[in-house]
């Protein structure tokens, strides 16, 4: 078993009576300035059947307001749910700044089951490692992770479990796993242990819950986490060093080294292109459909450099049972409460499906930069922190095409001026534009900066010039159909 | 293999010179930024045999001053470093602020032939944890590590030994332990995987180095130089955040709560005793020897509570070649430049011996927290360090025995004048001890949350009531005695 983390002995029955009074109080208090400090805390218990883990939780939470956190039991997971990448239905649940989220179990108890199904070599080691980058992109953007796990022996299971089975209100609470676990202890220990050493990370780390004695179980969870929430208070605003990057990449231009005059298409060639193919993207994707692979199509660029035309030129061509556009504005309060990729995690397509984002995660580096919406702490462990999130999908099986929609600054002046001056393009112009032209320059540094770090060879930028619309129109459509069919051979 | 990091393809010939020739002038101009920032670096190469891991280094290193670093062979452990922890060895190697040091191969060689050798199990998951956190210490206090891995196939391998097998002026560089890993090839690669897997780590994460083509390997490994020690140096000066605690703590009382009245003993049952404990430890030190157990006591305390004549009390019952006390003042610089664990590291005693140290690595969270000798961050992240230290120091089987040398503030005043006014007693008092006893509030404060936060189930403190010092040493000698004797069990 995991021996970095050995509990003390259990104290006397006194003793813990008397320590419990003292950690519950603490950790009432706690809350409070767990809001002050816009502490998220997430709470994960794991362990084996009948080893008390809801009721655990059961305890905890009675010394919190209820307000402030919520539980999650995390059941089969559905169809919809299987559709997408593994750690989806985590991400969903990760707690807003301020508040808790209790879990009762999760990825291990998932991944330990995918490993009695013979999950196994190269896919187990990609397994943990999304599963430690997801718990350590929590704790680096200031996430408190609570990692339990609830430790009893065969024999103790077993008599639990025969006490529930004994009576008909609670038998129904011995799940089949439960009994399969144990009768399969061995088994099933050697995987728990074999998790809980690759996944015991500095930032995330296990705490082995001796839960013999249902009190001091409590108690060990309860000083647990009132001691680490004091340790996770110190840390609040704090920034966290950057990592090494380990993604191969592709070389970009800067965006003044790129071509865009002849970059153009006249009208008949235009035309005919994009029938043709149009026709060619509509039959790839019934083939996409069948073999279940998933699209991420992005798109970012300069204001006016015709992203939403674009777009549309490439879902005309769609099934639209088949595909959704995410127009991405500023985030609303409770996107902002939590880690800034949970708006994009939680918009992810089904696999066999097309989601295509009108603007991105890429705001981090461009618009909250160069506004101060966040700390340049922030902005800048983003860069990885968005290389691992496309590794993540793109393992999931994803294809990933993210365009940079490419126009000079005297291209978007007459472009603002058209839309100033023709009353149906009002609405397509407004103050907030004006003011990003001025900052035009530190755009293009930040946007080069962006091109440079997140190109990836699983996940690589493309330009699409764009003075002529038309010419980044069928340029779009080239890329996104020589993807496809290398996904689909 | 690792999975984590998969290289471009080789570029053409033409590529991969221009780069290398960018590439190399890059990393000249970044030495000098290296050493304004203060930024020491590690570079370890590991890999199969005939791989180029020397070679490389040689490369390397034409591009630096030769001021700026130090380049270090491992060859197999003396029996003076067979004596001590694991890591002792390669502590010893960390560099200085501003230099770098290259390591040909270092702690993963050798864990991979202790593997070989039957290293598994529990004992190999202490290893990894070992090595995890000495590798994570390192990062967290500003060090850039560098971990590459050189990569060649088994053919590759075969060619190149036959190469140098050929003529009588290379073939000693094959060393024995190559050709067997050749003949091994499957074993060793599969040794190399799960080592490889285990440690990569996300502050300390290891680059796989196709060194098929020495050119390309080369070039990758500048590359990769250059581009984290352009991350490593955006960190420079950054703070880290703090780590849950993972260590069992046993309860300590506060100073104020510890009772001195009537902790003392007459002269003569004082007399009496210290002979039957002095003749009893030394029939202890003996056994220790054999048994080659390796004992570390520390001593803080107040200034003027008699921590040196505690001390003298148990050297005189040891035998003079089996023991060594360190007395610890301000760093020295080449001290001061490095991992502030470093100068103790390499005081470590030799199996069987006992190292007594007056004052310790705890100044770390009293002196230098108190005044500013190093950040906030530095202090506060040192109570888990010391605790992984102490815990190193304790999975390799060392006995910890940690004094506290408790008096009050009028029997220190007392002590004082009596120095002051006694000729021969002068020495021993310093302005610097009067200043700090102005501080007596301040410092009182950190002692209590140094005791509380350090006292761990395998390195406890003890508290030496110390007003009658006779009674601190018959204390101190019994506590030692005890401790010694549950070792030798």
């Not at 039991?73 to 209790?102: C, D, H, N, V």
């Not at 902002?336 to 580096?365: C, E, N, Q």
């Not at 103050?431 to 900052?439: G, H, L, Q, T």
Request: hydrophobic letters at 35%; proline letters at 4%.
């Amino acid at each position: 078993m995991l021996k970095n983390w050995a509990p003390e002995e259990r104290p006397e029955k006194e003793e813990i009576k008397e320590r419990l009074k003292a950690a519950s109080q603490k950790l009432y208090e706690l809350q409070m300035k767990i809001k002050e400090h816009k502490l998220p805390v997430l709470v994960l218990f794991e362990g084996w059947g009948a080893s008390g883990k809801g009721s655990s939780i059961g305890k905890v939470i009675k010394n919190i307001d209820p307000r402030f956190f919520k539980v999650a039991t995390m059941s089969a997971p559905t169809e919809e749910e299987l559709r997408r990448p593994f750690l989806y239905r985590y991400f969903k649940q990760i707690p807003e700044a301020g508040k808790f989220t209790f879990l009762d179990s999760g990825w291990m108890e998932q991944t330990c089951k995918d490993c009695l199904d013979g999950l196994k070599g190269e896919a187990y080691a990609k397994r943990i490692d999304s599963i430690k980058r997801f718990e350590r992109q929590l704790t680096d953007n200031g996430y408190l992770v609570l990692k339990f796990f609830m430790e009893i022996d065969k024999e103790e299971q077993t008599r639990r479990m025969n006490a529930l089975l004994d009576s008909k209100d609670t038998d129904w609470r011995v799940a089949e796993f439960d009994r399969w676990q144990n009768e399969h202890y061995k088994k099933c220990r050697k995987i728990f242990d074999k998790y809980l050493t690759d996944t015991n990370t500095s930032t995330a780390p296990w705490y082995i819950i001796d839960a013999t004695d249902k009190k001091w179980a409590e108690l060990q969870i309860l000083e647990t986490m009132v001691s680490n929430i004091e340790v996770a208070m110190q840390n609040s605003g704090h920034s966290t060093p950057l990592l090494q990057n380990v993604f191969p990449l592709v070389k970009m231009p800067k965006l003044s080294e790129i071509e865009l005059e002849g970059k153009e298409i006249s009208d008949e060639d235009y035309k005919a292109e994009l029938k043709q193919l149009q026709k060619k993207l509509g039959e790839l994707h019934n083939r996409l459909y069948r073999k279940r692979i998933p699209v991420i199509i992005t798109y970012e660029g300069w204001d006016a450099a015709g992203k939403g035309g674009n777009i549309k030129r490439i879902t005309e061509a769609l099934d639209p049972r088949g595909f959704e556009v995410h127009p991405i504005a500023s985030p609303e309060p409770h996107e902002k409460s939590r880690h800034y990729l949970w708006r994009f995690w939680t918009r992810l397509p089904k696999d066999g499906h097309i989601a295509i984002f009108d603007r991105t995660w890429y705001g981090r580096v461009m618009v909250e930069r160069l506004e101060g919406f966040c700390s340049e702490n922030d902005w800048k462990r983003a860069y990885n922190e968005m290389n691992e999130f496309e590794k993540e999908l793109s393992d999931w099986g994803a294809v990933i095409i993210k365009f940079w929609v490419q126009i000079d600054k005297d291209t978007q002046l007459a472009r603002f001026t058209d839309r100033q001056n023709n009353p149906e393009k009002q609405w397509k112009i407004t103050d907030e534009d004006w003011r990003n032209r001025e900052k035009w320059d530190a755009y293009e540094g930040a946007i080069n900066e962006m091109l440079t770090k997140t190109s990836t060879v699983y996940a690589p930028w493309y330009i699409l010039e764009s003075v002529d619309k038309k010419y980044a129109r069928i340029k779009a459509l080239k890329i996104v159909i020589e993807q496809l069919e290398k996904a689909l051979k």
